[in-house]
């Protein structure tokens, strides 16, 4: 939401002058146009480049009162300019943010999951080792996940928050669970550009990836094969597959070995389950962060992946598990828009578009189509 300014010249005229003015040092200003919302179009020709010319232009214009958006001049757009700056009338608010809510929330989340991972055992009684080695494989996938955002964030000027972790003790509640919901980062105010929406959004899924892997190739190593039981044990609870896990589990076994032959080590569930998060975070659509890499890639044609994502979803809800379906919900209701980057005339570069490729071949190695399931 954007403050009102505090004070607004009553003539219009005098509003574009201090605006023009506030251009001149980076953009010529060859026309503008008055929009019925208060929007303020200036166009004209950049005198750096857009990345350089945003960040001198965006202060000065804010101190008129307004918020710029910077755009190149589209294809089919009458007149003879090369870029315009949207002025939206207010400007974002930096609000101060309170950190020890999200310590308190880490906190909570720590004992939730240690709480939750102790009832991961054959005995069927709380092992407090167990619950440790649970979490420390969970949470060491999830921080580093949260904290590669962050760092990047605040590497690239980001308006980023520290992560909120989501605690989910489920167990005393009486409920099979995890103990978390993952966390999340606020964003506080549009990114500046698709640079660093792309490097922010893949940050994270790449940082947690390369943590879980020897996580979980040790965990693997020290979980136990079996005989798979036939009429399986009822009440059981079964974990799926990712490509990658089932390739590691070729690897490491000779064959093929589904979680029904299997007594999963904690260090190889919480590796596991921080790659499932990886997996759904990197779905290209909406907030997520597969949908910021999609969206800095494809602008608003990204928003036909959301049509394909949501078609996916409803697939995966009909044929294959009913747990899909309160995430075709969410996706349903919060996975349409992207908010535009403020910058939208910086282009991304070719190491840009070769982290989208990565993004793309980590989602599919992750990616669990059938995660879980009881007897």
């Known amino acids: 939401m954007l403050n009102p300014p505090n004070t607004a010249p009553a003539d219009r005229l005098e509003t574009v002058a201090r605006l023009r003015a506030a251009l001149s040092v980076v953009m010529s200003v060859t026309s503008y146009e ?3 919302n208060g929007v303020i179009r200036l166009r004209g020709t950049l005198l750096a480049p857009p990345d350089q010319a945003y960040r001198v232009l965006r202060p000065r214009v804010e101190q008129v009162g307004y918020t710029p958006y910077l755009r190149n001049r589209e294809d089919d757009a009458p007149g003879n300019y090369d870029h315009e700056v949207l002025a939206i009338p207010g400007v974002i608010p930096r609000p101060r943010l309170n950190p020890a809510l999200n310590l308190i929330l880490f906190i909570a989340t720590v ?3 240690i709480l939750s991972g102790s009832v991961f055992t054959q005995t069927g009684q709380l092992d407090l080792g167990a619950g440790l080695a649970f979490a420390g494989a969970l949470l060491g996938v ?3 996940h949260e904290m590669g955002h962050y760092v990047v964030g ?3 000027g980001a308006p980023v928050s520290l992560p909120y972790f989501i605690p989910l003790p489920t167990i005393l509640l009486g409920m099979f669970g995890f103990g978390t919901l993952g966390a999340v980062i606020v964003q506080r105010e549009p990114f500046e550009d698709r ?3 792309l490097e922010v959004g893949i940050a994270g899924p790449l940082a947690g990836f390369l943590v879980a892997i020897p996580i979980l190739m040790v965990g693997l190593a020290l979980s136990t094969v079996k005989p798979i039981e ?4 009822a009440g059981a609870i079964y974990f799926g597959d990712s490509l990658l896990t089932g390739l590691m589990k070729i690897v490491l076994y000779g064959r093929y070995v589904p979680s029904a032959g299997m007594i999963e080590h904690p260090l190889y569930l919480g590796a596991w389950l921080g790659l499932l998060i990886t997996g759904i975070n990197l ?4 907030q997520l ?3 910021h890499v999609a969206y800095a890639v494809l602008g608003q044609a990204a928003r036909y992946l959301y049509f394909a994502m949501l078609a996916l979803f409803l697939g995966l809800t009909v044929l294959v598990s009913e747990s899909w379906l309160l995430w075709t919900i969410l996706l349903f209701f919060f996975g349409r828009n992207h908010p535009p980057a403020l910058n939208q005339a910086a282009r991304l570069e070719p190491q840009h578009y070769a982290l989208a490729l990565i993004a793309l071949l980590v989602l599919v190695l992750v990616f669990m189509p059938n995660p879980l399931w009881a007897t």
Do not use: C, H, K, Q
Request: aromatic content about 4%; charged content about 25%.
């Open 34 to 36: 008055f929009e019925d």
């Open 111 to 113: 004992g939730s999951v």
């Open 142 to 144: 999830l921080v580093t």
């Open 154 to 156: 605040r590497l690239r």
């Open 195 to 197: 640079r660093t929406l």
């Open 230 to 233: 036939t009429p399986a044990m």
């Open 283 to 286: 779905i290209p659509a909406g």
């Open 289 to 291: 962060d597969g949908g």
